[in-house]
């Protein structure tokens, strides 16, 4: 159990800023994801951590101790990698040991311990096997009894499932989560995987370009995005051009008041396609009415996309459960409707302008 | 405040590796072949700055016969390893034979005989007084002897292509299945296939071991001189002004070193070219399946690749055979003797015991070494280990003979005077075969990912208990088989040795030769046999170690 902040980290390789003045706090017992694209700043953040790369300028904090000056050796920081790294000359246990060795503990807790982290991981019985015999869901499972032995104070993951097939990276990734729990071990996870964040997270980091562009719990990165970039990265979003002039909101030709303060100028209005209002509008409040063609279906079992041909441009419309004429629907014009309570707008620079929840 | 986190220079065991590799290769590697390079440069009689040798090379016939012989050297020796080797590895990939754990022994024991105990045991079948060539003349067959350009070709043919037929089967195995087959659904018949999709995508591996064979070549040395006669190449050539009983001739002999060392660097630097662009990388998902064939079809490709390998091994079962025959002078006689033994271990047993103590010393420098630059090489990378790098390439261009003029005009005299020690000839061994440990090591560290070492330093290990840990055992097979690899081709050097070389610290590779030249052939027979015998039972323990992975033979 233990708390880690993370005050104004910064790294740069050369001219390029792989980090720009990280600033986290991740309370003790928290499941953390970083998430972002390949060369986002995820991993080098996760290894600076750990101390396998230095910072430039910034302070690592755990538990009120500084832990940036320590070799890595030292940090007592439990790791698991994307390659797994299990020890392929060593069996299954002696893996699991390999750190309580060089922490000299009595022989009968090392026993004790291996046996019981390779319980949790559902490994029992596997003990003397080679991790060459074992499939890459056993290594990463050997990967993470090996790191949790050790009873370190953070648990770093380094996209743990992504060298997984989709269902053993969702079974796996349970498991991640409940052993999580169980132990309440301060956790940071990295993945490119946005589903994955939202599935196993108490709280997420969206990256970017070295940045952290919104930092929150699963449910306010997807539902209450601060920035574009957060908004297009976890989950599909439409985004619409559109204009506030005089307290009005243009979009294509259609215009409607919104009152948004002093915000004016050019902008783009974001919205989920499983917000997006087909066929009637009665009922549904104010919003945005466009007429459209649906130029594609695309079945995908418990729901169907339409991709919608509009005056403002291409939106992406969710369909639940589709009904079975649903593929006629090719070709159609369909009346749709963007309520203003679910649209968010965004500047040019990315930032949250106004949503129309308050309205 | 802790300290600042800026990337400084530390000085560590690395930074004094980095300084000790480059200070061993200035002064075994740049140093001596500058001599050359400065001797070329300068008249004979007068000391004085002057380009005759080179002008010589353009004017004087016998030096252009021997430019001229060296690329028909090469050419030959590669076209007949690369027949050879690509049709064996395409049989043995693509066709179900019987016996393939043989054809792959026999094609390491022709692999790793010396090249000069093939030429002679050649010319002990069809030399002057040839056995098989004497017992056709009695039937009233007569066939001219093997010597010159024939012999030589004959000899790189079957002596290289084991190299072909390693790399190449490597390739081919490596070839998704799914590629063939696409071709073919493309409507593309079999025999098309092979040369518009099979062979464009091993032309790497086969352009690889083209270079390897022409190399080998043009350095060898042991061959032309024995079964050449008239034959001369750059190597014999140079070595002839070199040794020459008349004061010889050391500025046309360093001028004729640098033409090989050029030509050497020309067809490497040409074969890099040419494939700059086409590496392929595929995912294997589907490996390709050997066709079973029945009847006449599969009696036809037996007789092939058992043919071939068969060939290639004939030598060593000559010499083996031989060395228990009755002898006098150069002609057998007929039954069985152990004389030839009993000659060498009363006469010559000196070289057994030379050749034991220079290999195991040159070996023991070259493993410690090769291992520590092996891994500054591929987990330190800076412009001082790349160019380091790049200077351990120089060791596989220069022919050994090239190497045994360089160490004896610069160690000579002081501050370095090693000539006539046996210290000069563990010295050339060396430095020749430093890179291939280095580079083998560079290879094996690249299949241990980088974050089996991070795990164990994220579980409490220091730096350098990780590596020990965890880095050590994994490579140590690698390092382990290296090393005997090493130990067998230093075990058989004998050009840079014969230049080196005094009375007292003649090695068996040497012996042999000398043996061969004064028609001595019982006595090369049972002294190749002993250098055979040693030589199986380290390659045989490097196979054990490596997994019994071919690749670790090359």
Known sequence: MAELRIQGLAKSYRDVRVLESIDLVIASGEFFTLLGPSGCGKTTLLRTIAGFQHQDRGEIVVDGVRIDGKPAHKRDIGMVFQDYAVFPHLSVAENVAFGLKARSLPKSEIEDRVAESLKMVRLDGYQSRLPAEMSGGQQQRIGLARAMAIRPTLLLMDEPLSNLDAKLRIELREDIRDIQRRLGITTIYVTHDQEEALAVSDRICVMHKGRAEQIGTPFEIYRQPVRRFAASFVGTMNFIPARLEGGRLFVGSQSLAFPAGTAAGELELAIRPENVHLGAREGQGEGVALRGEVRKVTFLGREAHYTLATEAGEIIAQVMDPSADFIAMEGRSVDILLPLAKIALFDRDGNLVKTGQAQ | ?554
């Open chain 2, 1 to 554: 405040m802790i300290r600042p986190m800026t990337r400084r220079f530390r000085f560590d065991l690395w930074t004094l590796v980095l300084i000790a590799a480059w200070a061993i290769l200035l002064l075994l590697l740049v140093w001596p072949l500058s001599s050359i390079l400065r001797a070329s440069l300068i008249d004979n009689e007068t000391g004085a700055f002057s380009l005759v040798h080179y002008v010589d090379i353009f004017t004087v016939k016998a030096y252009q016969r021997a430019i001229g012989n060296t690329f028909i050297a090469g050419f030959g020796g590669m076209a007949g390893a690369l027949v050879l080797g690509v049709t064996l590895a395409f049989v043995t990939t693509r066709f179900r034979i019987m016996g393939r754990p043989l054809i792959q022994t026999l094609a390491v024991v022709a692999l790793v005989s010396p090249p000069f105990i093939g030429a002679y045991a050649w010319i002990v079948l069809f030399g002057a007084s040839g056995v098989v060539r004497k017992g056709l003349a009695s039937i009233g067959i007569s066939i001219p002897p093997i010597y010159g350009v024939a012999g030589v070709i004959l000899v790189f043919s079957l002596k290289f292509f084991p190299h072909v037929f390693l790399i190449t089967s490597g390739a081919l195995a490596a070839i998704n299945r799914s590629v063939e087959e696409a071709a073919e659904s493309l409507g593309v018949p079999p025999w098309k296939r092979l040369f518009t999709v099979t062979f464009p995508l091993i032309l790497p591996a086969i352009s690889a071991s083209a270079l390897l064979t022409f190399v080998l070549s043009i350095a060898d040395f042991g061959t032309p001189r024995i079964i050449g006669r008239d034959f001369n190449v750059l190597a014999t050539e140079a070595f002839n002004l070199f040794a020459g009983e008349v004061g010889g001739n050391p500025g046309m002999a360093s001028a004729l070193s640098v033409v090989l060392i050029v030509l050497s660097m020309i067809v490497v630097f040409g074969q890099r070219w040419l494939l700059r662009k086409n590496v392929y990388y595929s995912n294997l998902i589907k490996k390709p399946e050997q066709q079973r064939v029945k009847g006449l079809k599969s009696f036809g490709l037996h007789l092939l690749a058992y043919t071939i390998v068969f060939l290639g091994a004939l030598p060593t079962f000559i010499v083996v055979l031989f060395s228990f025959r009755r002898t006098n002078g150069p002609v057998f006689q007929p039954g069985l003797s152990l004389q030839s033994y009993e000659k060498v271990i009363s006469t010559v047993s000196d070289p057994i015991w030379n050749t034991l103590l220079f290999s195991t010393m040159a070996v023991t420098a070259i493993v410690i070494s090769g291992t520590l630059i092996g891994y500054l090489i591929s987990r330190r990378p800076s412009i001082a280990t790349g160019s380091l790098d790049a200077l351990l390439m120089i060791p596989y261009i220069v022919p050994g003979i090239v190497m045994g003029i360089a160490f004896i005009t610069r160690f000579n005299d002081p501050p370095l005077a090693l000539t006539g020690t046996g210290l000069i000839i563990v010295l050339a061994i060396y430095v020749r075969r430093l890179p291939y440990s280095a580079r083998s090591v560079a290879a094996a560290l690249k299949q241990v990912g980088p974050n089996l070492e991070d795990a164990a330093i994220s579980l409490g290990y220091s730096p350098g208990k990780a590596f020990l840990k965890v880095t050590v055992p994994l490579i140590l097979p690698g390092i382990l088989a290296g090393g005997l690899m090493s130990f067998v081709t230093a075990m058989n050097e004998l050009s840079s040795s014969l230049v080196l070389y005094v009375g007292r610290t003649i090695t068996m590779p040497v012996r042999i030769y000398l043996s061969v030249m004064d028609g001595e052939y019982g006595t090369a027979s049972a002294l190749s046999t002993i250098l055979l015998t040693m030589t199986v039972v380290a390659v045989y323990a490097a196979f054990h170690l490596s997994g019994r992975k071919e690749s670790a033979l090359l």
